[in-house]
């Protein structure tokens, strides 16, 4: 039978895999003629059992080093991947989950199993095991236990929620999924691989309402000019899939901002990690706000050189704010941005006074007994996208 040692902990959190079945018999195979028999298959069974154990019924199992697997896959209802149970030898369980692949991916769950093994990383999932079933004439990767695939837990958690939050700024779950799978990919990468495959949302799954990622199955070109676009194509891949599958509103300007960023120029991909996880979509009411004076601190201070926010103003880029008095909609303010408005002098034609202004209501909006969260909806309804276009030239 094939031998494989039990994981050195439980703990779902270090993801520590066992030891693969006979590295010899891998490193031998041949990943171009990979075929279902050059995966190891139980010899107590000739096939991995599609059944569901019955108290009639006395279990065959399959020994993986302490762990024992009865070869029964439980199908998950409405999904393709099945559940089941390894036991090891003092009777502790440990649930798992099994990926299927075609046979002709023969070659992609070679990759996916080795590339997965290697990776240390709290939102990606490492592999126990790999196996041929033919009853489904698939290949089987054994994971972690997980509790469904994101495509699925989406529609769920939309059912009570809502992506975007009652002020318009995503909700706190999705900045946090976001982030943590940004720095995920980052980490994959520094690590000499690649997904490939991170615009399919079945390459995503969900443990306790945490997004993980599955199924890595590339590696790095040795080239330096090769790998940087294929990091690139990596990002843009997980780029598509939040755009089809999780922020999907095209009107949702703050949406559309931190998704363009993503086309930064390769030149500049050392820091679109960065930039992203700072980006003003990730940010709270009060954090966005801050931003406004902390641009315009910036532009009086004489030490910096705000060179393209500079550029920018001079070749009228900002003119769809001052167009007409950036404060011709000054009746529509409410409380407290009036009383801050009406205790200055502003020039309505110029941006700069607007960002005065701004600074201003960061500054002093607790002298009036605001509410910061209402403060920055308003700012956002009378001037649409102005902080992402200030920053963006910043």
């Given at each position: ?49 599609l059944v569901t154990e019955t ?129 995920s990919v980052s980490n994959i ?149 009036s009383r801050i408005y009406n ?52």
């Open positions: 039978m094939p031998k494989l040692s039990r994981p050195k902990s439980f703990n779902r959190n270090k993801r520590v895999a066992p030891e693969d079945f006979p590295e010899e018999k891998l490193e031998k195979t041949d990943k171009t003629q990979i075929s279902p028999e050059s995966v190891p298959a139980p010899e107590a069974s000739p096939a991995v059992a108290p009639e019924e006395k279990p065959q199992s399959t020994d993986f080093g302490d762990f024992s697997w009865d070869h029964k896959l439980h199908p998950v209802s409405g999904s393709s991947y099945f559940n089941a149970t390894l036991t090891n030898k003092n009777g502790k369980t440990k649930d798992v989950s099994f990926v299927p692949f075609d046979e002709a991916e023969g070659n992609k769950i070679f990759d996916t199993y080795t590339c997965n093994k290697t990776i240390y990383d709290e939102r990606v999932i490492r592999p126990y095991f790999i196996i041929y079933c033919k009853d489904i004439s698939k290949y089987i990767i054994c994971y972690d236990r997980f509790d469904c695939y994101l495509k699925d837990w989406l529609p769920k958690w939309l059912g009570s929620n809502c992506v975007k939050d009652l002020n318009g700024l995503p909700h706190m779950v999705i900045k946090t999924e976001i982030s943590k799978l940004l720095k990468h520094k690590t000499g691989l690649l997904h490939l495959s991170l615009s399919d949302i079945s390459n995503y799954v969900v443990i306790d309402e945490n997004w993980y990622i599955i199924n890595v199955s590339g590696t790095l070109d040795k080239s330096y000019s090769k790998w940087k676009s294929e990091i690139l194509s990596d990002f843009h891949g997980f780029r598509d899939m939040l755009k089809d599958n999780v922020l999907t509103d095209t009107s949702w300007q703050e949406r559309n901002d931190f998704l363009n960023t993503f086309d930064m120029p390769i030149t500049y991909l050392h820091r679109l990690v960065p930039i992203l996880l700072d980006h003003v979509f990730t940010k709270s009411s009060r954090e966005r706000l801050r931003m406004f004076s902390e641009i315009r601190h910036g532009w009086m201070d004489p030490s910096r050189k705000c060179n393209m926010l500079s550029t920018a103003i001079s070749k009228g880029y900002f003119e769809c704010y001052t167009k007409g008095g950036w404060d011709k909609d000054k009746d529509q303010m409410g409380v407290v941005l205790y200055q002098n502003y020039k309505g034609e110029n941006i700069l006074s607007l960002l005065k202004f701004l600074r201003n209501v960061y500054e002093h909006y607790n002298e009036h007994k605001g509410n910061v969260v209402d403060i920055e909806k308003e700012v956002r309804q009378l001037w649409p996208g102005l902080l992402e276009k200030l920053l963006h030239y910043y």
